[in-house]
């Protein structure tokens, strides 16, 4: 625990002006971001009594070690660069909210040559319009339904498209009438991309109109006695009504706002957002927050407008924003969403009428998430410091291990040998920081062993040496060991090896413990505990012990120690196979300087395989098209040099397999599993590990 007077400014040293600053802990990782009008009276509230500081915020500056400061000209630009830390440090006392899936949207792609309506998820791309977003996919998949039989835009994917245009035959939509199959060429690009304008038009809530001239054209066909013209019109309007009764009028002025509610107590607090369009309420999300210092609803409401907000520009920003508690100052505020949106944005509090009563509405909501969060938080949190006190206890250690690592060694028969790291903070998995390694069979510039053949121990130990030397590094080049001068100069983003586990978990028993020990005591570190946990029988295993630790089967230490490790050991199998993969897939051909993709598939296109293509001669190869004669005697020279692969053979059979076109070995088809290539180990006979 740090004194804050160790590493308060000096007094005059803090600028009277407006700023964002950043407290950072012993190891130089950023742990709160904030920004202020005055940074010198924003800063000085911190280093106060640590009697009159809130709890919370009183953990905070224990934990930092030092505070650094950034000038900007205006309110709005502290704003901006706040976001833009919170966003590249995830500091572990800011409120952040957990937002607890990632809610799907009805999307347009309209910067295809032929737009599709799909669902997507995750972050927006440029040029696709976004509706929602849904509370569940399949809502969208039945309003998309609905609307398809009044606006057949292409719904298929990419794959589906390519084959539909190659054969000349649309799907099942283009034949039952949900799809005005472009692909096939029944209406041109400009009468499809008009389709998909309308169906845009009217998710955005310009529904009347279109409704209007649907009954006009309806009336027109019955007068003209083509009935079956007019059921179908009088389907599409029906169609088109069960759409929009999916949400109902909320506004009657037509609004587009987005409302948002915050219900909180002391310790946590949840927000609850409705999205407005064309008076309806067209999607809705909720976040959860820990609030990690005394912050206030109005704090709460622009931290919930950054998250909001702070990748979106034009429509999606809408013209008027209602919130419980405006921010203090709310002019910055009101400010950065106008730019985003480029035209004037409201920031108010509804006072009275429709609006009012909706945001009540809202905050109700925001209320039930809160107190299913906690009914659920509860459990959970009581779960996870149960578990890390288990193993504080079974391991003998001074404090529950906050940040656990384990390693993991994957190789199939000896071959492509991999290692993963995987980190857990608090319980929770961090996969931002989880590590691969290749096994080199070196440590530094040392030459420990030949990297290649099954053995584990020494690649637990050259794993466990790579990555604590990284440490060792990334603690000498931060300024750990410098003066406070260096120290205070340090700038970047936190170091990928820079941060030291209280525990290292390996995946196996006594050789595999003793290995990571004896990497860790050759690198002089001894303030960091080992444990091994076998598969076997589940038991924990610690350097020098002749005995295991076993812990009970109902454990929640035992439990937690198991997803560490089979986390480690997926991310480990997971790299194995994307390597083996990519060897598997290599052909001579790689290694002909200047010979790129295209050119090589003419070369086995015109011969069929790599092995006719070895046995042919110079001038064979250059009646292929855009090879010259001294590419082919360069392609002739680096087949003659790349030694044949050994014969593939059914084991089943005894046949020997011939070459692929892309010059692995074929296999037969009713031999279980993947493709075997010749001279390849075989998962049927041996296991990855």
């Not at 160790?6 to 971001?33: A, L, M, T």
């Not at 109902?554 to 050991?569: C, I, K, P």
């Not at 050119?599 to 250059?622: E, W």
């Amino acid at each position: 625990m740090a004194d804050p007077s160790s590493y308060r400014p000096r007094p005059g040293e803090i600028p009277d002006s407006p700023g964002v600053y950043k407290f950072r802990d012993e190891h130089r990782r950023v742990i709160y971001v904030g920004k202020a009008k005055s940074l010198r009276q924003r800063l000085a509230n911190y280093f106060q009594d640590l009697a009159g500081l809130h709890p919370r915020t009183r953990t905070m500056v224990t934990t930092a070690a030092s505070v650094e400061w950034t000038v900007v000209s205006t309110e709005v630009e502290a704003l901006q660069l706040e976001y833009s830390w919170i966003k590249e440090y995830d500091p572990r006392f800011n409120v952040k909210y957990r937002d607890d899936k990632s809610y799907p949207y009805l999307a347009v792609t309209m910067n295809e040559e032929y737009p599709r309506v799909q669902v997507m998820r995750g972050h927006k791309k440029k040029g696709v319009r976004y509706f929602g977003p849904y509370g569940h996919a399949w809502a969208i998949r039945d309003t998309v339904d609905l609307l398809l039989r009044v606006f057949p835009v292409r719904t298929c994917s990419a794959g589906v498209f390519k084959n539909a245009t190659r054969t000349g035959r649309p799907c099942l939509l283009g034949y039952i009438g949900k799809c005005s199959a472009p692909c096939v060429g029944r209406v041109s690009d400009e009468e499809h991309r008009e389709l998909a304008e309308e169906f845009c038009d009217f998710m955005a809530g310009r529904t009347g109109t279109y409704i209007r001239r649907l009954e006009t054209r309806m009336t027109d066909a019955a007068e003209e006695m083509e009935y079956e013209r007019a059921a179908r019109l009088r389907d599409d309007i029906e169609a088109l009504r069960k759409a929009m009764e999916k949400s109902a009028v909320v506004l009657a002025d037509a609004t587009d706002a987005d409302l948002i509610a915050v219900a909180e107590d002391e310790l946590e607090a949840a927000v609850q957002i409705f999205h407005v369009r064309g008076g309806r309420v067209r999607g809705q999300r909720g976040w959860v927050t820990d609030k990690v210092e005394d912050v206030t609803t109005a704090a709460l409401v622009e931290h919930a407008l950054q998250q909001l907000y702070g990748e979106e520009t034009g429509d999606s920003v809408p013209k008027e924003v209602l919130v419980p508690a405006l921010p203090d100052p709310v002019e910055p505020v009101q400010q950065w969403l106008t730019d985003r949106r480029g035209s004037n944005v409201s920031l108010r509090i509804p006072q009275r009428g429709d609006k009012k009563s909706l945001m009540e509405t809202v905050a109700r909501n925001a209320q039930q998430s809160l107190i299913l969060h906690k009914t659920k938080r509860a459990s959970d949190l009581t779960t996870r410091s149960r578990a890390l006190e288990e193993i504080s206890e079974a391991l003998d250690l001074d404090s529950a291990p906050l940040r656990i690592e384990c390693y993991d060694i994957s190789h199939l028969q000896g071959d492509d040998v991999v290692a993963s790291m995987v980190v857990f903070e608090d319980g929770l998995s961090r996969k931002s920081e989880y590590r691969r390694f290749q096994i080199k069979g070196r440590v530094g510039d040392t030459q420990v062993w030949h990297g290649e053949g099954q053995d584990d121990v020494r690649s637990m130990h050259e794993v466990i040496a790579r990555r604590f030397r990284r440490y060792l590094a990334e603690k000498e080049k931060t300024g750990e060991w410098a003066d406070g001068d260096e120290l205070k100069d340090e700038e970047g983003r936190p170091k990928r090896f820079a941060y030291p586990p209280q525990l290292v978990v390996v995946d196996g028993g006594q050789p595999q413990v003793a290995a990571a020990k004896r990497a860790l005591d050759e690198l002089g570190i001894d303030d960091i505990a080992v444990c091994g946990l076998a598969k076997r029988l589940e038991e924990v295993w610690l350097p020098g012990e002749d005995d295991p630790v076993v812990l009970p089967r109902t454990s929640e230490g035992l439990y937690l120690l198991q997803r560490v490790r089979d986390e480690a050991h997926r991310f480990a199998i997971t790299y194995q196979r994307a390597k083996r993969a990519k060897r598997f897939r290599a052909s001579p051909l790689d290694d002909v300087p200047g010979l790129g993709e295209t050119r090589k598939q003419a070369l086995i296109k015109h011969f069929g395989s790599v092995k006719k293509l070895r046995s042919a001669t110079i001038d064979q190869i250059c009646e292929v098209p855009g090879i010259g004669r001294k590419t082919a005697e360069t392609i002739a020279v680096a087949l003659a040099q790349a030694a044949p692969a050994a014969p593939a053979v059914n084991t089943a059979t005894g046949e020997i397999m011939d070459d692929m076109e892309d010059g692995t070995p074929k296999t037969t088809e009713g031999a279980p599993g993947e493709p075997v290539p010749a001279g390849a180990p075989d998962e049927r006979r041996g296991q990855e590990t």
